[in-house]
C-alpha cells in the first residue's frame, strides 16, 4: 500500500472513530442502538396541542416499542421551526401540517407526508371577548393584530387564506408572533393581539374562561368546507423522501404504530384518551382537558390515508396567497408531497 494511501485510510478510520465518539450520522438511514433497534427522533410542532395528540398517545400506549422502534420524541412551538431542523438532518421526521410540504417543494425540497392524523385543521380563530363586537369574521381583520404560531407556520399560512378569500389583502393586519398556550393566552387578554389563530387545549381555555370567543371553527369538516372551499389534510407526519426510501422498513414500523393509535383514538372517549396521557398536559382541571380532546377528536382519520381531493385544496388554498406557491401550482407535483403506500400495508388488526 502507498504511503499516500494508507494515510488516507488512515484519516478515514479516525473520522469514523470520531463519528462514533460524538454521534454524528449519516442522515440517509436510521441509527440503531446497541441491540438493533431503530432510532427515530420526531420533532412535533407543539407535544401538547391535541392536533397533534396521536403522537404522544402512541408513545404512552407502548406502540412503538410494541413495533420495536425507539422513538424519541422533541417539540418546537411551531411547525415553522420543526420543518427547519428536518431539513438539517437533526431529525428523521415532523408531526407538523400538511402544507408544509408543498412550500418545501417549491423551494426544492422533497418530502413526504407518510401518515395524514386529520382531513381538517383542527384550528379556531379565536377573538379576545372585548372585541368581539367589532370583529365577527375574517372580513373585520383589516387594521387589526392578528396572532399566530410564527411566520411561515401553518397557523400564518391559514390567517392569510382567510383574509384573502374574505378581500382583506395580506398587508391590511399585522401579524404577531403570540406562540400558543400561556403565550398566546397572555397576549389575547393584554391587547397584544385582537384575535388569533390556535388549538385546543388553548380555545378550550379561553372559552371556558370567557376571555375569547370563536369566529372560525375549523374541528369539523362542516366548518373546514365553509372557511376553506374543500378538505384541508392538516396534522400529519412528515419525513424527507430520500429517508423514507432508505428506511422502509422503519417507516413501515413507525405506520403501524400511528394507525394502531388511530383507530384507537376512534373508537375510545375523549375521558379515556385524557387518562392515558400524561397528567401534566391536563394541568389542575383534567375535565377541561378532556373536554378539548373531544371538541377535537373527529378531526382524526381512522386509517391514516390522505384525502386526494383534500391534497388539491390545500394546493388551491396556498396558490391563493402564498408568494412561494402563487404562479407555480402548475408545476406542483403533488404525488410527491405525500405517500399511502406505509398506510394502506398496515395489517387490519
Request: charge should be negative; glycine fraction near 10%.
Amino acid at each position: 500500500m502507498k504511503a499516500s494511501t494508507r494515510l488516507l485510510a488512515t484519516a478515514a478510520a479516525g473520522l469514523c472513530l470520531v463519528a462514533a465518539a460524538t454521534g454524528c450520522r449519516d442522515s440517509r438511514t436510521a441509527a440503531v442502538s446497541a441491540n438493533g433497534t431503530p432510532q427515530v427522533k420526531i420533532m412535533i410542532g407543539g407535544i401538547d396541542k391535541v392536533i397533534y395528540l396521536p403522537m404522544k398517545l402512541t408513545e404512552q400506549l407502548g406502540y412503538f416499542k410494541q413495533e420495536g422502534l425507539d422513538v424519541q420524541l422533541l417539540t418546537e412551538p411551531s411547525g415553522a421551526q420543526a420543518e427547519n431542523v428536518l431539513i438539517s438532518g437533526d431529525v428523521q421526521g415532523v408531526v407538523g401540517f400538511y402544507d408544509h410540504t408543498i412550500d418545501l417543494q417549491t423551494k426544492g425540497k422533497c418530502i413526504q407526508s407518510v401518515v395524514q392524523f386529520a382531513d381538517v385543521p383542527g384550528e379556531v380563530e379565536i377573538v379576545a371577548s372585548d372585541k368581539a363586537g367589532t370583529i365577527t369574521s375574517p372580513k373585520d381583520f383589516k387594521g387589526k393584530r392578528l396572532g399566530i404560531t410564527s411566520p411561515g407556520s401553518s397557523t400564518d399560512f391559514l390567517t392569510q387564506a382567510l383574509a384573502v378569500k374574505s378581500g382583506v389583502a395580506t398587508q391590511d393586519y399585522t401579524s404577531v408572533k403570540a406562540g400558543a398556550g400561556a403565550t398566546f393566552i397572555a397576549a389575547l387578554g393584554n391587547g397584544g393581539i385582537d384575535a388569533g389563530m390556535t388549538t385546543d387545549p388553548t380555545a378550550a381555555q379561553l372559552v371556558s374562561t370567557g376571555k375569547g370567543k370563536v369566529i372560525v371553527d375549523m374541528r369539523t369538516e362542516e366548518g373546514t368546507r365553509a372557511a376553506l372551499g374543500g378538505l384541508y389534510p392538516a396534522s400529519s407526519l412528515y419525513m424527507d423522501c430520500d429517508w423514507i426510501q432508505n428506511n422502509k422498513q422503519t417507516v413501515q414500523k413507525l405506520a403501524n404504530a400511528l394507525v394502531k393509535t388511530l383507530r384507537y383514538i376512534n373508537g375510545a372517549s375523549a375521558e379515556d384518551i385524557a387518562a392515558k396521557m400524561p397528567a401534566d398536559y391536563a394541568g389542575d382541571d383534567p375535565a377541561l382537558y378532556a373536554k378539548s380532546i373531544g371538541d377535537t377528536k373527529s378531526i382524526f382519520t381512522p386509517d391514516g390515508v390522505m384525502d386526494a381531493d383534500g391534497a388539491k385544496n390545500v394546493l388551491d388554498v396556498l396558490s391563493s396567497f402564498s408568494p412561494n406557491v402563487k404562479g407555480k401550482k402548475d408545476s406542483i407535483d403533488l404525488a410527491k408531497t405525500y405517500t399511502t403506500e406505509f398506510v394502506t400495508a398496515v395489517p387490519a388488526t
